[in-house]
């Protein structure tokens, strides 16, 4: 049960980490457009994220090549290093003045997290059923977590977005630390 509740936290951690950089736009949005369609945009990006992954996952560990799914862990690992040599060689920006409506919001979020799917989907296939689960209630609880908190900062936004903009500089940190532990962790061992 343990083990469960602490894949849940990382999950957790891995959603809010990847997301950072959302926050930060979606505080943003709500400087420029209000507080609803930002944050209403957010909720339902994070959850086709989650619901994608999550489907893309199931399918991965049914395929007929499930020792092969521990390779994925090269892509949160490859986007990692990216976003280090990025913040290092200073070319990391983030925009956080885009506008538009509902349905632009949602897809100025999918594209935005596209770190996330690529986290999550290795993530929740190399685990099982039970894991999964946990993980999904992890991120799904963190996904909540970072609403909430958007919701509530609105009437701050402008102070909130250059503050969570300096936090996502750990998350390339986090995504390579993910990518290892899939790719350690799986039947990529035997090599």
Not at 48 to 53: E, Y
Not at 61 to 74: E, F, M, R
Request: charged share 10%; net charge positive; hydrophobic share 55%.
């Amino acid at each position: 049960m343990i083990d469960h509740a602490l894949f849940a936290l990382s999950a957790g951690i891995a959603q809010v980490s990847t997301n950072l950089d959302n926050l930060a736009v979606l505080f943003g949005l709500i400087v420029v457009m209000g507080r609803r369609r930002p944050v209403v945009g957010f909720a339902v990006a994070q959850t086709v994220v989650l619901l994608l992954a999550t489907a893309v996952a199931i399918g991965l560990s049914h395929s007929t090549y499930p020792t092969t799914i521990g390779y994925l862990g090269v892509v949160p690992l490859a986007l990692g290093v990216r976003g280090i040599w990025l913040q290092i060689s200073g070319r990391g920006k983030t925009d956080t003045q885009p506008q538009g409506a509902v349905i632009s919001v949602v897809f100025l979020f999918l594209s935005l997290s596209i770190d996330t799917f690529a986290v999550m989907t290795p993530l929740l296939a190399e685990s099982s059923t039970s894991y999964r689960w946990a993980g999904l209630f992890g991120a799904a609880t963190a996904a909540c977590l970072l609403t909430g908190v958007a919701a509530w900062g609105a009437p701050k936004a402008k102070s909130f977005a250059p503050r969570m903009a300096r936090l996502d500089r750990i998350a390339p940190y986090i995504m390579v630390a993910v990518g290892l532990y899939i790719l350690l962790n799986t039947g990529t061992d035997a090599l």
